[in-house]
C-alpha cells in the first residue's frame, strides 16, 4: 500500500534555511502536496508539484522532486518564528482528494 | 481564496451523548467534503468522503452508524458523532473540494473532548 515517511522533528535558527523532507513509496503517485498546521488550527495548502516536475518555487518556499528515489523537500528560504509549525507532506495517485495518503508530518522549530 | 468554515471549533459533551460538527465552504460550492481525524501528535486518517445528495463512503475501520455523515447541500456537510465515547475524543477536521476539482480547501479543526 500507500506509505509517506518524514522525520518527526526539526529545529533550525531565524534566518537560516529549512529543509523538510518525505519519501513516498507508490511510484504512481501524480500529485505530491505540503501542507502547514499552526497549533491548534487546520491544514494550510502551502505549494503542491506535479510528479512531471523536478522542481517548483514559489517565493521562499523551493519544492524539490526526484520521482526516482520518491523523495520529495520543502525548502524554506529565511525562516521566521512565523514558519513553526507542523508540516505534512502529501500523495495523490489524481486530484480527487479522497485519494490523499498523508506523511505523520515534521514538527518545524524555529529560533530566535 | 476559498474558505471552509468548521462549527463548532471546540465542544465537551458527556459519554452516550450525540454532538454535531458543521462544514461549511463559505464561497464556493463544494461537490464533494471530506472529514479526517487527528490524533494528538498524528497525521490525518481519512474517514469518509461525502458527495452532495448521496451516501457518504467510509473507509475501512470507521463506523457508519457511530459517525453519521450528511452532506444536504453543496456548502454544508455534517458529521454526527452518536454515542460519543471517550476514546471518540480527538481532532475532527473537514475539506471541500470545488466543482473544479482541482484543489482541496482544509477548515481550521473541531477539537471533541468527551468527558
Known amino acids: 500500500g500507500e506509505d509517506v515517511e518524514q522525520s518527526l522533528f526539526l529545529s533550525v535558527r531565524e534566518g537560516d534555511s529549512s529543509v523538510i523532507n518525505c519519501t513516498y513509496t507508490?511510484?504512481?503517485?501524480?500529485?505530491l502536496y505540503w501542507y502547514k498546521q499552526e497549533p491548534g488550527a487546520g491544514l494550510q495548502l502551502l505549494t503542491y508539484i506535479f510528479s512531471n516536475m523536478d522542481m517548483k518555487q514559489d517565493q521562499r518556499l523551493t519544492v524539490l522532486l526526484n520521482k526516482k528515489d520518491k523523495h520529495l523537500s520543502l525548502r524554506i528560504a529565511d525562516t521566521q518564528t512565523g514558519d513553526s509549525a507542523i508540516y505534512f507532506c502529501a500523495e495523490s495517485l489524481n486530484n480527487a482528494g479522497n485519494m490523499l495518503t498523508f506523511g505523520g508530518g515534521t514538527r518545524l522549530m524555529v529560533k530566535p | 481564496g476559498a474558505v471552509v468554515s468548521q462549527h463548532p471549533s471546540r465542544v465537551i459533551c458527556k459519554s452516550g451523548t450525540s454532538v454535531k460538527i458543521e462544514c461549511r465552504s463559505l464561497?464556493?460550492?463544494?461537490?464533494?467534503m471530506f472529514w479526517y481525524r487527528q490524533f494528538p501528535k498524528q497525521s490525518l486518517m481519512l474517514m469518509a468522503t461525502?458527495?452532495?445528495?448521496?451516501?457518504?463512503?467510509?473507509e475501512q475501520g470507521v463506523e457508519k452508524d457511530k459517525f453519521l455523515i450528511n452532506h444536504a447541500s453543496l456548502t454544508l456537510s455534517t458529521l454526527t458523532v452518536t454515542s460519543a465515547h471517550p476514546e471518540d475524543s480527538s481532532f475532527y477536521i473537514c475539506s471541500a473540494r470545488d466543482v473544479t476539482g482541482l484543489e482541496q480547501y482544509f477548515g481550521p479543526g473541531t477539537r471533541l473532548t468527551v468527558t
Open positions: 507508490d511510484s504512481s503517485s501524480t500529485y
Open positions: 461525502s458527495n452532495e445528495g448521496s451516501k457518504a463512503t467510509y
Open positions: 464561497d464556493f460550492q463544494a461537490t464533494t
